[in-house]
């Protein structure tokens, strides 16, 4: 039986001992708390706190500790001080305050060292060497009650993963300008759902060696702004949800960026429903594989001043599905240079963008398998797209010198209202036709699948076109055919009882083709 032991015995103090570990409870405490001092009295491979229910033999032995203190001569190799690993014990921790008072140089790997201690108020790093640390991830994974933590002494120069070091944590702001993270290679969900920060100090972050940034941010529900242009990513891959779901993030710094190895953006700016503008003129798209809802949910925002050179290619690009859906207020979406020859799906990538009046796709020839299910769905308010390079795949195909539009632009619009005037411009074999719709007073579209494409036929109307003048700049009226198609059509669904699957309620179209010989 150690001195030590007796000691605290004789101060009347409940005592447990084990394999050089010691464990002093003051029951005594008028407070408010039961304080605890944990003693390690000789060098040990891990400490997980609980576990000691088992050195010790005693159950519960947590249950109503609410401050704790670690000291002793001892160096652990490893601490895990919360619940990780353990699927009961965080339910039952009291623990509120934390001393750590220790000699932590052999610690190489602090990942989960105080995570799942849910009621943990204040930490103190009386003695606590951080300069052969490699890993902090899960650090302080679900300290959720946590008010404010004190990270100055931290030597961070080895450590190479930060990932979800703070996830969930409840601190309201933290000051990492003492942090070296030169050596860092990933900060995935670093800060993912710090749901009560407001301000975030990264100034000092040297991210040249970081790979990964997946959801770093993701769910800061209270940070309103972001200065991030000391951050170098010209090692990054994966960036995806990295800020999604920061509703009050308005103002983002992100115009130095570089991203030449970039492959991942899923979701990276999705549900920012404040920020109104973002410049990311710098960024590479080239090697990006999936964008999918990109900028889904970004309800505010107005403009986006994407790359003008051919960093904005996509050529590697699989999927941009639902990359612009419900960006409620943008109205004009400029993608020049956008290729994406092997992109195979765009669904629902402008989808309710309703006050969306202008889309330039002039560059855009994706893959000839591509899916463009509802890809404009629901722009009520768009004047005009320019899709002129889409002649030749299935979105828009010529067949025999007639653009046959009837299938492929169902799947285009999709669902919902179509603007009154609205230009499409694209090419076909050796012409290249504007096609306006003029006043097209339809305010509701009946059909099956809400087509208008399906009500109005484009492949017919190029028809009807093509028979009644071919030669330069011809302006061609084909109203009263059109009428004619419309009403054969709309009697034929109702003899056959099929209430009115493509028909189009009160139509009164002026249509006009001009054609342009290249």
């Known amino acids: 039986m150690s001195t030590r032991a007796d000691k605290l015995r004789m101060l009347g103090n409940l005592v447990y001992e084990a394999d050089g570990i010691v464990l002093s409870i003051n029951k005594s405490a008028k407070d408010g708390y ?57 339910y039952s921790n009291k623990i509120v305050e934390l001393d750590i008072d220790i000699d932590t140089s052999r610690i190489t790997d602090a990942s989960h060292m105080f995570s799942y201690l849910r009621l943990l108020h204040k930490i103190e790093f009386t003695r606590f060497d951080t300069s052969n640390m490699t890993s902090m991830k899960n650090m302080f994974f679900n300290c959720n009650s946590l008010k404010a933590l004190d990270l100055s002494s931290f030597n961070t120069s080895k450590v190479e993963h930060m990932d979800s070091m703070f996830q969930h944590c409840g601190v309201d702001t933290l000051d990492l300008r003492s942090f070296d993270t030169s050596n860092v290679k ?82 990276v700016f999705a549900y920012s429903v404040n920020i109104i ?45 639902s990359m612009f859906n419900d960006c409620a207020w943008i109205r004009r979406i400029d993608l020049t240079g956008l290729v994406g020859s092997n992109v195979n799906c765009i669904e629902n990538m402008f989808n309710r963008c309703r006050s969306l009046k202008e889309i330039n796709m002039q560059d855009f020839s994706p893959s000839s398998k591509c899916s463009a299910n509802h890809a404009f769905s629901n722009c009520t308010d768009l004047e005009s797209i320019n899709l002129s390079s889409l002649a030749g795949t299935h979105i828009i195909s010529p067949s025999n010198g007639i653009v046959d539009t009837k299938k492929s632009l169902s799947f285009i619009f999709g669902h919902g209202r179509i603007n009154n005037n609205i230009d499409i411009e694209y090419k076909i074999v050796n012409e290249t036709i504007l096609s306006s719709y003029k006043s097209i007073k339809t305010n509701r579209v009946m059909t099956k699948q809400s087509s208008i494409t399906e009500g109005i036929p484009l492949n017919m109307l190029a028809h009807i076109a093509s028979r009644k003048g071919k030669r330069k700049d011809d302006v061609i009226d084909i109203t009263k055919e059109v009428e004619e198609f419309l009403y054969n059509a709309r009697e034929a669904y109702w003899m056959a009882d099929e209430n009115i699957p493509y028909g189009i309620v009160s139509p009164s179209i002026t249509l006009y083709y001009r054609v342009v010989q290249d």
């Open 34 to 90: 039961t304080p605890a001092t944990l003693y390690i009295e000789d060098d040990i491979d891990i400490l997980i706190i609980y576990k000691l229910t088992e050195l010790f033999q005693k159950d519960n032995l947590f249950e109503h500790l609410t401050k704790l203190k670690i000291t002793g001569n001892g160096r652990p190799k490893r601490m895990i001080l919360g619940g990780y690993g353990c699927s009961t014990f965080y």
């Open 186 to 267: 990933t900060m995935d969900r670093m800060f993912d759902n710090m749901n009560n920060i407001t301000k975030i100090d990264t100034s000092s972050f040297n991210t040249g060696n970081v790979e990964t940034m997946v959801s770093m941010f993701r769910g800061c529900t209270e940070l309103e702004s972001l200065e991030l242009n000391n951050f170098d990513m010209r090692k990054v891959t994966d960036i995806p949800n990295m800020f999604e779901g920061c509703y009050k993030l308005s103002r983002l710094e992100i115009d130095t960026w570089d991203t030449p190895e970039l492959i991942c953006c899923d979701f």
């Open 277 to 321: 503008t973002l410049d990311i003129h710098n960024m590479d798209f080239r090697k990006v594989v999936t964008a999918n809802s990109m900028f889904r949910g970004c309800t505010y925002l107005e403009n986006i001043k994407f790359p003008d050179s051919d960093k904005m290619s996509f050529e590697s690009a699989k999927s941009l599905s």
